[in-house]
């Protein structure tokens, strides 16, 4: 857990409950009087032993003897605690709900009670579940995974940072004796449970101020570009795109959306024989145009392999498949690229520089959705340099069409 010496002044947004968290906490305090609180007693949990662990029976039978409510309120308040954070489950961590039978609970250490007004941030929360990651050699539970690949792409330009810090304290962690390890990764555990921020921001009329703070703090590290220079861009894009535009152009043959005649859908379709001048003509405007049409990314293929480089563009739609598949088979297709593609005499062995090869092959210990960003750069610059050459035969093909100009 990263500690911070300096508290955030939330202002008075934050101090009306504040007398009310201090109330439940001088509960908390009682129920930790050696003489006049609850016993707590050593339980084993799988293979380690954990001190000071309660049941539920026992809270709610202490609740009702000093509170002197009924049964139902006892539970209620119980509840309550769990869901503050103030206690938490050893067995079903998600299920933030007082039991009235032998559940067990710890009671949670005052460094992580609301009152300290620690700002549950991103970056922190990045940092426990990469250190989570690394611990569970990335086997994360579902919603763990869900935040994970969010804020590896929300942080990504300081990734690389967490990741150290996740690892550092990792291996502070495994100097400790096994018992102080687990009792506080059960306490890390629970305060994420509670206070672990959203995947996606919304307007939230109770953080007003801290999404303001969010926002404020991306708008400074956002790029900045002058307003001539991004209305010359959008003048030429424009221009570059104006024709190709079947509202703002004539469509041949006619036009589907204004007639009952789609023979322009169907020269147009994802894999046609004969593709037409102008959807060519539409892939020398940039690479990812020629690869994000299916034909154009069809004779690409066959122009590598005649270049016996066919391996680059398998490799870059294998990342995209990593990338944008299922969260559940991402370790499943990291390893089939890796012996594929990268491992030291692979079939299809992609020729990258060293330093990309060696952090590819590192990241894959612990393989995400990004991991190969790095080698699927520089396979993408590799073909763009052949890509002028794989267009002129589809060009000239396309001019003897019957239809060139649709």
């Known amino acids: 857990m990263t500690i911070r010496t300096i508290r955030p002044n939330r202002g008075q947004h934050y101090r009306p409950r504040m007398h009310c968290l201090q109330k439940i906490e001088a509960h908390m305090v009682e129920m930790q009087d050696p003489k006049s609180g609850l016993k707590g007693a050593e339980q084993k949990l799988n293979v380690t032993t954990i001190p000071h662990v309660i049941t539920g029976q026992d809270i709610i039978a202490w609740l009702l003897n000093k509170m002197k409510v009924t049964q139902e309120e006892?539970?209620?308040?119980?509840?309550?605690?769990?869901?503050?954070?103030?206690?938490?489950?050893?067995?079903?961590?998600?299920?933030?709900?007082?039991?009235?039978?032998?559940?067990?609970?710890?009671?949670?250490?005052?460094?992580f009670w609301p009152t300290q007004k620690w700002?549950?941030?991103d970056c922190d929360y990045a940092i426990y579940l990469a250190k989570r990651n690394i611990r569970k050699k990335g086997v994360l539970e579902p919603f763990e995974q869900e935040h994970y690949t969010h804020l590896h792409t929300w942080l990504n330009h300081k990734w690389d940072f967490i990741v150290m810090q996740a690892?550092?304290?990792?291996?502070?962690?495994?100097?400790?004796?096994?018992?102080?390890?687990?009792?506080?990764?059960?306490?890390?555990?629970?305060?994420?449970?509670?206070?672990?921020?959203?995947?996606?921001?919304?307007?939230d009329s109770r953080k007003p101020f801290f999404f303001q703070n969010i926002f404020?703090?991306?708008?400074?590290?956002?790029?900045?570009?002058?307003?001539?220079?991004?209305?010359?861009?959008?003048?030429?894009?424009?221009?570059?795109?104006?024709?190709?535009d079947p509202f703002l152009a004539p469509c041949l043959p006619s036009n589907p959306w204004v007639t009952d005649n789609d023979t322009y859908w169907t020269l147009n379709i994802r894999r046609v024989?004969?593709?037409?001048?102008?959807?060519?003509?539409?892939?020398?405007?940039?690479?990812?145009e020629l690869?994000?049409?299916?034909?154009?990314?069809d004779d690409f293929k066959s122009f590598l392999k005649k270049e016996f480089s066919g391996e680059n563009l398998?490799?870059?739609?294998?990342?995209?498949?990593?990338?944008?598949?299922?969260?559940?088979?991402?370790?499943?297709?990291?390893?089939?690229?890796?012996?594929?593609f990268l491992a030291p005499g692979a079939p299809r062995w992609i020729n990258i520089d060293g330093r990309t090869m060696g952090l590819t092959v590192k990241g894959l210990d612990h393989p995400h959705r990004y991991v190969l960003d790095g080698a699927q750069t520089h396979v993408f610059l590799?073909?763009?340099?052949?890509?002028?050459?794989?267009?002129?035969?589809?060009?000239?093909t396309a001019e003897r069409g019957p239809l060139k100009d649709r």
């Open 119 to 121: 700002v549950a941030e």
């Open 291 to 297: 690869l994000s049409d299916q034909r154009g990314r």
């Open 74 to 111: 006892a539970e209620a308040y119980g509840t309550m605690l769990v869901a503050y954070g103030y206690i938490y489950p050893l067995q079903n961590h998600r299920k933030l709900v007082m039991c009235n039978d032998g559940s067990l609970y710890r009671f949670q250490t005052p460094y």
């Open 216 to 244: 404020y703090q991306q708008a400074i590290m956002r790029s900045k570009v002058k307003s001539s220079v991004s209305l010359g861009a959008l003048v030429k894009f424009v221009n570059t795109y104006k024709n190709h």
């Open 314 to 340: 398998a490799f870059w739609e294998a990342a995209e498949e990593l990338k944008w598949g299922s969260a559940a088979a991402i370790a499943t297709k990291a390893a089939v690229i890796f012996k594929t």
């Open 273 to 288: 024989d004969q593709c037409t001048k102008m959807r060519v003509e539409r892939w020398s405007f940039s690479f990812f």
């Open 167 to 203: 690892t550092e304290q990792y291996k502070a962690g495994k100097e400790r004796k096994k018992p102080d390890r687990v009792v506080l990764d059960c306490q890390e555990r629970a305060y994420w449970i509670v206070n672990r921020p959203p995947v996606r921001f919304c307007n």
């Open 382 to 396: 590799l073909m763009k340099k052949v890509r002028p050459t794989a267009e002129r035969g589809p060009l000239k």
